[in-house]
């Protein structure tokens, strides 16, 4: 197979080779077949029109018509799908919609060479895509990457970064975690003191939770998105097919909230009052459910949701330590005026109540991790929440065969703050290893589930936690080449043999060796598939490699708590 073709991730359902090249210019007309495929072609031309290629195309023949894309909206496809026709002078893309000409442009990119990545032409770089037949579309609606913004906040500029090298790879949610214990992210005109008092704290933890002495930085550390850059960040990702999931953490994972506004919180304050964490792990402290909170909510959703029309809206209800429910006597009366027989099923009419808020105030749909479905007993989750399974996958399939749709992401393999070797060269991680063969190996939803329980799963993502990661190239080392597996697997909807092929698929391996060229050109951070670069490495000092906790072991851990009763909520640290 030629070797640009054999070079794609994540790989299109059928590829076939053809005899010659199209070459392609930032220029070249992408025409719509007809006026119903003028979005569609709006799309490719997005995506086209970006390359820093020639504004020209290079005439083939010397004569006869330009080089042109015609784009065409089918019906017999669905919205991600196309199919690509690439002749010599003439590309022809199918799809059902937008979306799915986007990604046929998408896979033209990855058809050029990896120079073509890079932000501005340089002389040589060969401006033609083989001609091919390809056909291709998701077997998973959702391919998601997660990205906890609050433990360290990601710039704009560098999160737009991170979305164009993700949507490259055909990912369409980007998860962002946008508040907890230690950041709240989110401007509020409304509620000033969230973003004021709540974005910054003065110092971070550099020493694992299991670590002492507890050492710290000294380094004040912030930052909070204006609600118009949440608007730009949702619109710079709508236009590469990404929907932005916003999430805010409740009740619990709340202490940066708590610190500026601490009437919402459930009992009293520590000594000292509520700080915005310089701490990771799980604190004890979480917003009252009390109709004042409920309001304030409300607020932020509204804010939030203007500046991001989301469909999807997840409001996490993880690790939340239930002891100051039961302690207060204000929220202890008002359990039991509502009739409900213990603080865990408070936690789950506490998000049922949100959930309902967003359906019928904002027509938005809500996800919480699994702890939010483990609660549920006598007090149900809104039938529609979508169950992102964090714990395993047993609880994943509890909550689908309970009616949910889930997510699947379980810690092993979908944690990419997890280090990916065991190895004293590895930067310092929470925890490890998660290697990119281990995602490869990911079934997002196992065959040996009953059918039932298999059609409820939308998709998986990957998650990356920033207690250990403070900046973008910290990130990127985590996120790649891992989110090229993830992304393979997503798009695919089953394990990718790493190293093996298939019959007109090339090995995972070879593939993501091509891609990582493409994230040379494009300047992205990755690891390398045999190590970190003398830079890349964690060193003597603050993030020298510390084992953290096997992942064996987690996986294990959280399968147990998983399977316990609510009760498991209440752990603390
Ligand atoms: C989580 O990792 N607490 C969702």
């Known amino acids: 197979m030629n070797e640009r073709l054999a070079g794609l991730v994540p790989h299109p359902l059928t590829v076939t080779e053809h005899e010659g090249s199209f070459p392609l210019a930032a220029g070249t007309q992408v025409r719509p077949a007809d006026p119903q495929s003028e979005a569609a072609a709006s799309a490719v031309a997005g995506v086209i029109g970006r390359l820093p290629a020639p504004a020209e195309p290079r005439r083939t023949g010397g004569q006869g018509e330009p080089p042109e894309i015609v784009v065409a909206v089918t019906s017999r496809q669905g919205n991600e799908e196309y199919s690509l026709l690439i002749g010599p002078d003439r590309i022809e893309i199918e799809a059902g919609g937008p979306a799915g000409a986007c990604y046929a442009a998408q896979t033209l990119r990855q058809l050029l060479p990896a120079d073509a990545w890079r932000a501005a032409a340089i002389p040589g770089t060969d401006w033609t895509v083989p001609c091919a037949e390809i056909t291709d579309q998701p077997a998973l609606a959702w391919r998601g990457a997660h990205l906890d913004v609050s433990r360290h906040f990601l710039p704009k500029r560098d999160l737009l970064a991170l979305i164009d090298a993700l949507a490259a790879l055909k990912l369409n949610r980007l998860h962002l975690h946008l508040t907890d214990d230690q950041g709240w992210r989110i401007e509020s005109k409304l509620h000033p003191a969230v973003h004021e008092a709540g974005s910054h704290r003065p110092r971070s933890r550099l020493s694992l939770n299991s670590e002492r002495p507890k050492v710290y930085d000294d380094i004040p550390h912030g930052g909070y998105y204006t609600l118009a850059d949440l608007a730009e960040i949702n619109a710079y990702a709508a236009q590469r097919m990404m929907t932005v999931v916003p999430e805010i953490e409740m009740p619990g994972h709340a202490a940066a909230l708590l610190a500026a506004m601490p009437e919402l919180a459930a009992g009293s304050p520590p000594p000292g009052g509520f700080q915005v964490s310089a701490d990771?792990?799980?604190?004890?402290?979480?917003?009252?459910?009390?109709?004042?909170?409920?309001?304030?909510?409300?607020?932020?959703?509204?804010?939030?949701?203007?500046?991001?029309?989301?469909?999807?809206?997840?409001?996490?209800?993880?690790?939340?330590?239930?002891?100051?429910?039961?302690?207060?006597?204000?929220?202890?009366?008002?359990?039991?005026?509502?009739?409900?027989?213990?603080?865990?099923?408070?936690?789950?009419?506490?998000?049922?109540?949100?959930?309902?808020?967003?359906?019928?105030?904002?027509?938005?749909?809500?996800?919480?991790?699994?702890?939010?479905?483990?609660?549920?007993?006598?007090?149900?989750?809104?039938?529609?929440?979508?169950?992102m399974a964090w714990r395993g996958m047993e609880i994943a399939r509890k909550a689908a065969l309970a009616g949910h749709d889930v997510i699947t992401v379980p810690v092993l393999p979908t944690y990419f703050d997890y280090g990916q070797a065991d190895s004293q060269l590895?930067?310092?991680?929470?925890?490890?290893?998660?290697?990119?063969?281990?995602?490869?190996?990911?079934?997002?939803?196992?065959?040996?589930?009953?059918?039932?329980?298999?059609?409820?799963?939308?998709?998986?993502?990957?998650?990356?936690?920033?207690?250990?990661i403070p900046d973008r190239l910290a990130l990127e080392y985590m996120v790649f080449p891992r989110a090229c597996a993830l992304a393979e697997?997503?798009?695919?909807?089953?394990?990718?043999?790493?190293?093996?092929?298939?019959?007109?698929?090339?090995?995972?391996?070879?593939?993501?060796?091509?891609?990582?060229?493409?994230?040379?050109?494009?300047?992205?951070a990755y690891r390398p598939l045999d190590g970190p670069r003398p830079w890349q490495q964690g060193g003597d000092g603050p993030r020298r490699h510390r084992r953290g906790y096997p992942i064996g072991d987690v996986a294990r851990y959280l399968d147990g708590l998983a399977a316990a009763d609510p009760a498991s909520l209440t752990t603390s640290e």
């Open 280 to 387: 990771w792990g799980i604190l004890p402290y979480l917003m009252s459910p009390l109709p004042g909170t409920q309001r304030f909510i409300r607020d932020i959703l509204g804010e939030l949701l203007t500046a991001i029309p989301a469909g999807y809206v997840h409001i996490g209800g993880d690790e939340c330590v239930l002891d100051s429910w039961r302690d207060d006597p204000a929220i202890d009366g008002y359990r039991r005026d509502r009739g409900l027989a213990t603080p865990a099923d408070l936690h789950a009419a506490f998000l049922r109540d949100i959930a309902n808020m967003l359906a019928d105030d904002f027509g938005a749909r809500t996800l919480v991790w699994d702890e939010g479905f483990a609660s549920a007993g006598a007090v149900s989750l809104r039938p529609d929440t979508i169950v």
């Open 426 to 468: 590895e930067p310092v991680a929470i925890g490890g290893p998660i290697t990119v063969q281990d995602v490869a190996a990911f079934a997002p939803a196992p065959a040996a589930w009953p059918a039932a329980a298999g059609a409820r799963v939308l998709g998986t993502q990957f998650q990356v936690w920033t207690e250990y």
């Open 489 to 524: 697997v997503a798009w695919s909807g089953r394990p990718s043999s790493w190293s093996e092929g298939e019959p007109g698929r090339p090995p995972l391996a070879q593939r993501v060796a091509a891609h990582l060229s493409r994230l040379d050109g494009a300047g992205v």
